[in-house]
C-alpha cells in the first residue's frame, strides 16, 4: 500500500509538471472575449494556441494570431486577429477588398465586405498587418497608427474547443483573385 501511494504521487507530481510546461511553452487554451473574429471564432469561444511554432516558421497570411497589443493601445489583454499583410508589402484596403501589392484577396470567413478605405500603406520589416473577420467591427491595425511588431506574438490559434458545437480547425483560407 505505501509503495502505491508513493507511486501515485509521483505520477501526480509528474504529470503535473508537465502540463505547466506544455501550457507555458507549447499549447495554450484562451477565451476569447470579443467579437472582433466573427464569424469565424465566437464570444467566448476557447482557443488552442501553439506558442511554439514562431520560433521555428515564419507568420504567414492567413494565421489567426493572439498577441500582446502595441505599448500604445494601452491595453494588457491579449488580441486575436489574423495576420493580412507582411513585411514589404503594399496594403490598400478599398472598394469591399483588401489589397495585397495591388491584387484582391478573397477571403470567405468574412461575414460582410468591409465598409472603409485604408492605404496604400507599406508593412514595416518586423512587422505585421492583422485584421479581425468582424472587419467592420474590429479593432485592429487599421485603426491603430502603430505597428503590430513580430516579437508581440503569442502564438497561432489552430483551433476551437469549447463548446463542444464549436470544435474546428481555425483555417488560412486566404487566397488571390
Known sequence: MKDFLKETISVIIIAFILAMVLRAFVIEGRIIPTGSMLPTVQLQDRVMLNR???RFKE??????VMFQPPDVLHSTDP???RII???GETVEMKNGKVYINGKALVEPYLGEPLNYQYGPVVVPNDSLLVLGDNRNNSYDSH????????DRLMGKAFATYWPLNHVKL???????E
Do not use: C
Open 52 to 54: 511554439f511554432i514562431y
Open 79 to 81: 488580441y486575436l486577429k
Open 170 to 176: 481555425l483555417q488560412r483560407e486566404v487566397s488571390f
Open 85 to 87: 499583410g507582411l513585411p
Open 59 to 64: 507568420p504567414v497570411r492567413g494565421d489567426v
Open 143 to 150: 485603426q491603430w497608427n502603430v505597428w503590430l511588431t513580430r
